[in-house]
C-alpha cells in the first residue's frame, strides 16, 4: 500500500558525517507526518528529528546542533544529516510516515521502514 524505504546507513566515525534518506511511495493521498527515529540494542525506539505541525522541527535533546532533517525537492522524501556523530547515536535509523492514502482519505495510518543501520566507530 505505502512503501517507506531508508538508505544511507553505514558505518561512521566519530566527528565525521553521514545523511541518510527517506523515499515514501505507494498508495498516498498526502502525508502528515515524516519523521525519523531509531533503536538501539537493549533500548526503546525514540524520536530523533521529526517536522511538528505549523512549521516547526523537533529533535531529541541529544542530536540537537548535531543532526539536521529536511525535505527533499522530490515529493515525500526526508533526509537526516548527522554531523558529528557519537559512538552513542549507533543504532538502526527508522524513518516513520503517517498518511492518508488514497484509500482511505479520511483517517491517518502510520507506515515503518525497514530501518539502516548506523555505526558510529573508529
Known amino acids: 500500500q505505502v512503501r517507506v524505504v531508508e538508505s544511507g546507513g553505514g558505518l561512521v566515525q566519530p566527528g565525521g558525517s553521514l545523511r541518510l534518506s527517506c523515499a515514501a511511495s505507494g498508495n498516498i493521498f498526502d502525508i502528515s507526518m515524516q519523521d525519523w527515529y531509531r533503536q538501539a540494542p537493549g533500548k526503546q525506539r525514540e524520536l530523533v528529528a521529526g517536522?511538528?505541525?505549523?512549521?516547526?522541527?523537533d529533535y531529541a535533546e541529544s542530536v540537537k546542533g548535531r543532526f539536521i532533517i529536511s525535505r527533499g525537492s522530490t515529493k515525500y522524501t526526508t533526509y537526516l544529516q548527522m554531523n558529528s556523530p557519537k559512538p552513542e547515536d549507533s543504532a538502526v535509523y527508522y524513518c516513520?510516515?503517517?498518511?492518508?492514502?488514497?484509500?482511505?482519505?479520511?483517517?491517518?495510518?502510520?507506515?515503518w521502514g525497514q530501518g539502516t543501520q548506523v555505526t558510529v566507530s573508529s
Open positions: 517536522f511538528v505541525p505549523g512549521g516547526q522541527i
Open positions: 516513520y510516515v503517517s498518511a492518508w492514502t488514497s484509500t482511505s482519505t479520511s483517517a491517518l495510518s502510520d507506515f
